[in-house]
């Protein structure tokens, strides 16, 4: 459920992305889809080559066959594995990226609108 979830936000990121984009054009639109669907394939590649490196199939398997008393920590057991881990690692690094890209205005210099007391002369 933990896995379907982040599937879900990678397409309703998407979605978001191509109406934000679409207003433009229907081809940039496109390819803001193109560019999440990009930057997830080869996020999630780099975030699994870290949790394999971080977490040995060793320590999955203790962990996995240690007996728990307790029904939240089979739960638990049972929804995060190696995939979900790298999955969230994933999230929460495009979470500031896709913040960055999509949400913030960049603070360059603006030609429009400039009042006269923003401008300097030389005498």
Do not use: C
Not at 5 to 21: G, Q, S, T, W
Not at 78 to 99: A, C, H, N, P
């Amino acid at each position: 459920m933990v896995s379907a979830f982040i599937f879900f936000l990678h397409f309703v990121l998407a979605v978001y992305a191509f109406m934000i984009y679409k207003k433009e054009s229907i081809s940039e639109g496109f390819l803001a889809i193109a560019f999440v669907g990009i930057v997830f394939a080869v996020s999630w590649t780099i975030s699994s080559m870290l949790t394999n490196l971080l977490f040995t199939i060793k320590w999955f398997v203790q962990w996995y066959w240690q007996p728990l008393d307790s029904w939240i920590w089979r739960i638990v057991r049972k929804e995060i594995s190696r995939d979900t881990i790298s999955l969230l690692i994933l999230t929460s690094g495009e979470v500031v990226f896709y913040y960055l890209f999509f949400l913030t205005k960049p603070n360059g210099p603006s030609t429009k609108n400039d009042s006269p007391s923003d401008r300097t002369t030389s005498a």
